[in-house]
């Protein structure tokens, strides 16, 4: 098996697999990233979305080959609970889930969102998690949230 | 249901325990003081993202005066929680808050009595301030420091008095869910991310025709695929274990490209489907009649009919369950609704004595009624057989979990209104044809799990039924008008042949039957050229009905001026006639298609105990909903569900999300109830009310696309 290097939550990575894998099923299985969850694999859902470099990609039909030498970001490595990142605590204090299962995809859309346009509008931030999707109706939440985020990253 | 419900008239009888107390009348079994200063607490009814064990916190928390860091909220388990049959019919807070509430209010006594011996004081002197209880000279002792000598395996007694609800601190006010931060850092929560020490992967073959058997099976293709350990086959039920996930994915495209199958059932013709459930055998029957004393002088007759087609849960996650055998037991672990029900199930299909199998909850994505958990739970426990006692965890791909888990039913409602000459309603007669709305686990002697229908000594697949009325009823549900019509006969047709499968999807029936009945009201208020609103008010008696739809239209500011292409319309319900009263004003435009702008919505849910948690939920509700009415619809041809991905079963979009207004009355003193299901039949009026009032065309037909919209105009015109 050839041996694929790229960058995980900031660490270098080297991935001995078959270099068609899906990105997704590498996350969860070798490396042991259980965050990026499976909902669909054909990229119809967003619940697997990671950063590849500073954008929002769907991990499920993404092969492994093409990540070489870039910058994966997974939920993990948004933040955590000791440094958690302004969108997740954003969507703590609006409390922007049902059941969360999408939650993890829809922060990584918002965090390639964040990047790329630091100032949205409601609508930007719809247009922007349009491709992901959530079953409970949590939607309005997750984009005051997101909104919320965007707000105290531009008071920082 | 033809008298309104009356709320807290205490029984001058004896005192009673709870229903789900009395069920399970072991105080331990609930509620346990851990040696390290928590609170741990065990409900019988589980998290399905709707913040239910959050709420059973605070309940807890507030009747025994513990901070709510403090409780630990235990998982169901078939291994010692208490037995609270199935999560749904949004009735967890009345049977597991209730239960929780009084068996602390009476451990609270228990501990007192001891405190005040303990302490030589009177109990009256007592406070108790986060678990600390202190009285009168500093003395003081605590529920830890008195745990190990007071025993709690004893049976709650009738009469125990929960804390008025002026003096909660915690209930009734909005708290953080405490299952949130786990999900928004990414930390395994989900069934999906647990890995169990040597856990292997299993997949399961199924045919995309309608209860087809499986006539072939070549394994040479999947047994050269690295990693496998195990293909199982038992009739039409096949599968594959792996040592890896991507292996179970890769033996199973291998088996299924050399399997055959034989046709399968016919399905019906989905485009006449209104039709075809008229046509089948029924059981009939009367949900509800009454006659007036003094019968009204009809002088014409009203009739319409109105139909929704199959609803598919679509859970954001594909089912998942492990299994584990040693020896002749196996665990389990499932995101189903029910552990004791499915632990049911899984004891006739195994052929073994309850006490053989174990079945835990474990959180999955969020779940809207019966789908496919309980399924993938049998799945795995076949496939683990041959695992040689390692777990097997299973998980379906998203087309079977659109096309094999059970189906919300579909329904033909048909109501007839006489008039007398100033139209005036002096009969109502609703009629509902449509299959059953529950087939759920663990409720009759034959099993409901799909796998047992395959194989070889197949179980027959479980012909869907109603629940009986007093429990709120099923394809009949809500069926009954809460508005005080002078004489009325309702009917529902229960099919009896089932090509399509259905069981309980989120509110079963009352969606339909409240679009139904909602629809027929505004026109007929419409006729008379009366307002909606005051139309509605005029035929309601109980005041907690007319509140909300009052304070639904004064938030909307009922009527706004009508602009070109923007229509208002109202819907209501009391859920299940017994639960929460919902009002609901609906702003949409419509353009080619239609779009819902805006949702005001007033609930009562009697004591609100977590008000952020009841909006979310009411929120959640009506915004699914708007995704039902708008888009929703399962498709099929005559052999296959077709509707079995994202794009051939689209879902509201967040650019198509309506704004949300909610206001939750405050009723403190009444008893509360659920707000998963009450907002769903009332949107579901409201949206199809203001695509009338917008374009001057009622769509009888859901979902209220531009097929159907385009059909209705037709026939208007």
Request: aromatic share 6%; net charge negative; with cysteine.
């Amino acid at each position: 098996m050839p041996t694929i290097r790229f960058r995980l939550n900031g660490a270098d990575t080297d991935v001995d697999a078959d270099p068609d894998s899906s990105l997704l099923s590498i996350l969860r299985g070798q490396l042991g990233m259980t965050g990026p969850h499976f909902g669909c694999g054909a990229n119809e859902c967003g619940a697997c979305n990671v950063m590849i470099d500073d954008h929002a990609v769907a991990s499920c039909d993404t092969p492994l080959w093409s990540v070489a030498d870039k910058d994966v970001t997974t939920i993990e490595g948004l933040g955590s609970a000791q440094a958690p990142h302004p969108l997740q605590r954003a969507f703590i204090a609006e409390q922007a889930l049902q059941c969360g299962y999408c939650v993890s995809g829809i922060l990584m859309s918002a965090a390639a969102l964040l990047k790329r346009n630091p100032n949205p509008t409601n609508m930007d931030v719809r247009a922007a998690l349009d491709r992901n999707l959530c079953r409970c109706g949590s939607h309005n939440r997750m984009v005051r949230a997101v909104l919320r985020a965007a707000a105290e990253m531009q008071t920082r | 249901m033809t008298t309104p419900v009356t709320e807290t008239a205490p029984s001058p009888a004896a005192p009673k325990l709870p229903p789900s107390l009395a069920a399970n009348p072991v105080l331990s079994s609930w509620i346990r003081f851990a040696p390290d200063g928590q609170v741990i607490v065990s409900p019988g009814k589980v998290e399905i993202g709707q913040g239910i064990v959050t709420a059973l916190a605070q309940i807890a928390a507030d009747e025994l005066d513990v901070d709510i860091a403090r409780v630990q909220m235990v998982r169901t388990t078939t291994a010692g929680s208490p037995n609270e049959g199935v999560t749904s019919g949004s009735l967890s807070v009345q049977h597991s808050g209730r239960a929780i509430r009084y068996a602390c209010a009476e451990i609270r006594q228990i501990f007192l009595a001891a405190a005040a011996d303990r302490l030589g004081v009177a109990t009256e002197v007592l406070a108790i301030s986060d678990g600390t209880i202190s009285g009168p000279g500093n003395v003081s002792t605590s529920y830890w420091e008195l745990a190990d000598d007071i025993e709690l395996d004893r049976h709650a007694t009738p009469g125990a008095v929960p804390k008025l609800s002026t003096q909660r601190t915690l209930a009734g006010n909005s708290v953080q869910r405490i299952d949130l931060p786990d999900k928004v850092f990414g930390r395994p929560r989900f069934i999906h991310d647990t890995v169990l020490p040597g856990m292997l992967h299993g997949r399961v073959l199924r045919s995309e025709l309608s209860a087809a058997t499986l006539t072939a099976l070549k394994e040479d293709g999947a047994r050269g695929v690295a990693g496998l350990v195990a293909i199982v086959r038992d009739g039409s039920f096949a599968g594959v274990v792996s040592e890896t996930e991507a292996g179970a994915e890769a033996a199973l495209l291998a088996l299924r490209k050399d399997a055959a199958w034989s046709p399968g059932e016919a399905l019906p013709d989905e485009d006449h489907l209104a039709d075809w459930l008229k046509a089948q055998p029924a059981e009939s029957t009367v949900i509800s009649s009454k006659t007036a004393p003094q019968p009204g002088e009809k002088k014409r007759t009203m009739r319409r009919q109105y139909s929704r087609p199959y609803i598919a849960h679509a859970s954001i996650a594909p089912s998942c369950a492990m299994a584990q055998w040693t020896g002749d037991r196996v665990r389990v672990w499932t995101h189903s609704q029910g552990v004791y029900l499915l632990r049911s199930d899984l004891s006739v299909v195994l052929k073994l004595p309850l006490d053989h199998i174990t079945v835990e909850h474990m959180e999955g994505a969020g779940c809207y009624g019966h789908n496919a958990a309980d399924d993938v739970a049998l799945d795995a426990v076949l496939l683990a057989k041959a695992a040689g006692g390692r777990p097997v965890r299973v998980l379906w791909s998203r087309a079977d979990e659109m096309s094999h888990a059970p189906f919300g039913a579909a329904m033909r409602v048909e109501i007839e209104a006489d008039l007398d000459a100033r139209g005036e309603i002096v009969d109502w007669r609703h009629s509902i044809w449509s299959n059953g709305h529950t087939a759920r686990p663990g409720r009759a002697d034959q099993p409901a799990l799909l796998a047992g229908t395959e194989l070889a000594k197949p179980f027959p697949r479980m012909i869907s039924t109603n629940p009986p009325q007093a429990g709120g009823g099923g394809g009949d549900r809500n069926s009954v008008p809460l508005y005080d019509f002078p004489s009325w006969r309702i009917e529902s047709h229960r099919l009896l042949t089932m090509p399509v499968r259905t069981s309980a999807l989120r509110t079963l029936g009352a969606q339909g039957n409240v679009f139904a009945i909602e629809s027929f009201l505004d026109e007929l208020a419409a006729e008379q050229n009366e307002d909606p609103v005051a139309f509605r008010l005029r035929h309601l008696t109980d005041s907690r009905a007319q509140d909300v739809i009052r304070s639904a239209a004064r938030r909307a500011n009922w009527k706004p001026a009508p602009r070109d292409g923007v229509g208002y319309g109202l819907g209501f319900a009391r859920y299940k006639n017994t639960g929460a009263y919902c009002a609901v004003v609906a702003e949409i435009e419509g353009a080619e298609d239609i779009s819902v702008r805006r949702l005001t919505i007033a609930v009562d849910v009697g004591e609100a105990i977590n008000p952020d948690g009841v909006i979310n939920q009411i929120e959640g509700g009506a915004i699914q909903a708007t995704s039902w009415v708008l888009k929703e619809r399962v498709r099929f041809d005559n052999s296959r569900i077709t509707s079995n991905s994202w794009s051939e079963y689209p879902i509201l979009r967040f650019s198509e999300v309506p704004e949300v207004e909610i206001e939750i009355m405050a009723r403190p003193d009444m008893e509360p109830v659920g707000a998963g299901e009450a907002a769903h039949g009332p949107v579901t009026a409201a949206i199809a009310n203001a695509v009338f009032d917008a374009l001057g065309v009622r769509v009888p037909t859901l979902p209220i696309t531009r097929d159907n919209l385009i059909a209705a105009m037709e026939l208007t015109s």
